[in-house]
């Protein structure tokens, strides 16, 4: 069965610091792997999608990696504004199903 | 031009009573998803709908059925509600499980209260 597991669950950084969040799933058997930014009392927003057979993929400040034979992924976001402030989620699609199973999500917190 | 759209954004009701939450999809999607949000915001797919059929249904109490009526449309009821349906309910859409690149949309949500 697989688990995502996301940390750290919160993170309170200057506004200008770079930083990493982290994203492990248990069974690298996976289709793709999706980053979606959720601000308090809205939906998802997809922010980055790793196909399983990509190393990378980048949006303007935002890098996400992914190394599947270890089960990890990493969100790297570069100069953090007040704006980014929000819960960062990773979902992984297994198999050959539609299901994305979510991880726990990392709260951020960017202080001016 | 909203890509996926929920209806009511919020909803407070009754322990036992009967409501349904509607979303749609202009994205020309072909399958579509109903996730629920728990206190801890913990997000866990219930239903997915490719092309009107029924793919994916997880362990749900059979008091949730959902309907596909189009492509573009699935609606969600919840009969008989109880305290722990509480949550917030998220609708999404893709294209087909085999057609990359596969990401999905996800509508805004509808909080649902149960009192």
């Known amino acids: 069965k697989q688990e995502v597991t996301q940390i750290p669950a919160a993170l309170s950084v200057p506004e200008g610091e770079n930083l990493v969040l982290n994203c492990s799933f248990t069974d690298s058997a996976i289709y793709n792997l999706q980053w979606f930014r959720q601000d308090p009392g809205k939906g998802l927003t997809s922010l980055l999608l790793i196909q399983s057979s990509q190393r990378e993929q980048t949006s303007g400040r935002l890098n996400a990696s992914l190394d599947k034979s270890s089960g990890r992924s990493t969100l790297y976001i570069a100069a953090s504004q007040p704006g980014d402030s929000a819960t960062y989620l990773c979902a992984v699609r297994g198999g050959a199903t539609n299901k994305l199973i979510f991880g726990t999500g990392t709260l951020l917190a960017v202080q001016p | 031009d909203t890509a996926v759209s929920q209806t009511p954004k919020y909803l407070v009701t009754q322990m036992g009573n009967d409501k349904s939450i509607k979303c749609e999809q202009n994205l020309g999607h072909d399958t579509m998803y109903w996730y629920k949000q728990d206190s801890k915001k913990f997000l866990k797919i219930m239903f997915s709908y490719n092309n009107k059929e029924l793919i994916i249904n997880e362990t749900v109490p059979n008091r949730f059925s959902p309907k596909s009526p189009d492509k573009a449309h699935l609606n969600l009821h919840i009969n008989s509600l109880e305290l722990g349906d509480s949550a917030v309910y998220f609708c999404?859409?893709?294209?087909?499980?085999?057609?990359?690149?596969?990401?999905?949309?996800f509508g805004p949500g509808t909080r649902l209260t149960v009192t």
């Open positions: 999404a859409s893709s294209q087909p499980p085999l057609a990359a690149p596969y990401e999905q949309y």
